[in-house]
């Protein structure tokens, strides 16, 4: 078989690739060397985690805060079993999602682990042992990225896991330490901090989600601590050792030298993730990769084989999967020769903690770094009606803005439903807007977005109205 692009990797940045490239006119096919479509996201990651995070929120409020909004529920006890299985009936839906999108579209899906045999060939190796090889014009790797480790941690993926364990344990664990404080390890910690589990994350820098604003990390520090999660910070694994029952981990402070010792019947490793660049046969077309196994591309996101381009954790930059999708439209733009453009400052970053957090733009911290001369306008969530009526009183909106030109430079969040909020943030800074802009918006009245208006308004001559 003979198409104008092969895909290979069906998760968000592959899939989505595979359809604008459909929808542009070209034969496509897709390759995936898993059973079903949709990638780490759809299976293992994005949408199975939501799906647990959204079971234990609803759990927590029922054992929490139903009493106070007047609802007696009696004994609550948690089914895991059935959780598990809802999360998996959820994945199942998402999946079947993507089949239909692949028929619709016309796109021709492979099953097999794709690797390049010449830049316009590939061979698929199936699972019963046969290979095909397909010819194609152009190829878009979209392969993805795997949970990466510490050189002397060994996953087991019984007492000492990744993510992809985590989302499948038959019991709830009476105690979990999670090495690492990002994103995945806050988010799962969270998952079992409310069904009663004692967590305890170790985090080798000195915030938790270090990468976002570090406001941020020391309000989700605090609402993580209500949950009962203890933190180590600025703590280094040393060792990692399965016992059997327990695995006992060591860590050292980076301060001050000195030690500790936890026990807990798992590990959860979520130290990062690295692209999955492993036998794709990249050495017969002459790409090589960097240190960090990523391809390099150009501006076009093409590789150094003409015709061969890369999206999405495969390559620099953050590993969202947003991002990969607008990459593969990127991709698949650029191939039918149109002009796409992609602001990579304006990729906003989410963590589905309870509150959630979200960040887009500069950081101050960054911003300080420039020697950029900006303002900042800050305004809680235990100001706002709509918050205090829903007993979401945690967190904040900060907004920076150009000192003299009052352009919006960066908007970070954590509070109630933020995952959803800052993509007003992202329009107004897409549009170059200033803070005054968004602080003269009609926001209706009481909602969670009228926080961003009054952050605005408190980075325009600190001039808040419910502050």
């Given amino acids: 078989m003979k198409y104008d692009v092969t895909v290979i990797g069906s998760g968000p940045g592959g899939y989505v690739a595979a359809i604008r490239c459909a929808q542009l006119g070209m034969k496509t096919a897709i390759i995936e060397r898993y059973p079903t479509l949709g990638g780490t996201c759809l299976n293992v990651g994005c949408i199975p985690s939501k799906a647990l995070l959204d079971s234990t929120e609803h759990y927590h409020n029922a054992t929490h805060t139903f009493k106070t909004h007047g609802i007696e529920v009696g004994d609550i006890s948690v089914n895991f079993e059935q959780m598990i299985k809802r999360k998996g009936e959820v994945v199942q839906q998402n999946v079947q999602g993507i089949d239909y999108l692949m028929n619709k579209n016309e796109i021709t899906v492979y099953h097999g682990h794709g690797s390049f045999v010449t830049k316009n060939k590939i061979s698929i190796a199936k699972d019963d042992g046969s290979k095909e090889e397909i010819e194609t014009d152009k190829v878009i790797i979209a392969t993805g990225s795997k949970p990466s480790s510490l050189p002397f941690i060994k996953i087991d993926k019984k007492r000492v896991i990744t993510s992809t364990e985590a989302l499948v344990l038959k019991e709830i664990p009476k105690r979990m330490v999670v090495i690492g404080g990002g994103v995945i390890g806050c988010e799962l910690g969270s998952v079992y901090a409310r069904l009663g589990s004692e967590v305890t994350i170790v985090e080798y820098m000195p915030n938790l989600i270090a990468g976002m604003d570090a406001d941020l990390g020391k309000a989700l520090f605090r609402s993580l601590k209500k949950l009962g999660i203890k933190h180590y ?59 960090r196994k990523q391809i390099p591309v150009d501006k076009h996101l093409q590789t150094s084989v003409e015709g061969v381009y890369a999206i999405g ?94 352009e919006i430079l960066g908007v970070h969040m954590i509070g109630p439903r933020i995952a959803d909020l800052i993509a007003e943030a992202v329009v107004a800074m897409e549009y170059r807007a200033s803070a005054e802009d968004i602080g003269r918006m009609s926001h209706a009245h009481p909602t969670y977005t009228e926080a961003m208006k009054e952050a605005c308004l408190a980075a325009t001559e600190n001039r808040a109205l419910h502050m």
């Fill in 233 to 291: 910070l600025n703590y280094g694994v040393t060792s990692v050792e399965n016992k059997g029952d327990v695995v006992s981990i060591t860590a050292k402070g980076n301060k001050k030298g000195d030690e500790i010792n936890i026990e807990a019947e798992y590990c959860l490793v979520s130290v990062g993730r690295r692209p999955y660049t492993d036998n794709l046969g990249l050495e017969n077309i002459g790409i090589e990769t960097n240190k």
């Fill in 313 to 406: 954790d495969v390559i620099e930059g953050a590993m969202l999967a947003h991002k990969a999708e607008e990459e593969g439209v990127f991709v698949a733009e650029t191939i039918a020769g149109q002009k796409p453009h992609i602001n990579y400052l304006l990729i906003p970053g989410v963590v589905y903690t309870w509150p959630e957090v979200a960040g887009v733009g500069y950081t101050e911290q960054q911003l300080k770094e420039q020697g950029r001369a900006y303002k900042s306008g800050k305004f809680p969530f235990a100001a706002s009606g709509r918050a205090r009526a829903s007993m979401d009183t945690d967190g904040f909106v900060k907004v920076l803005a150009d000192k003299e030109t009052d």
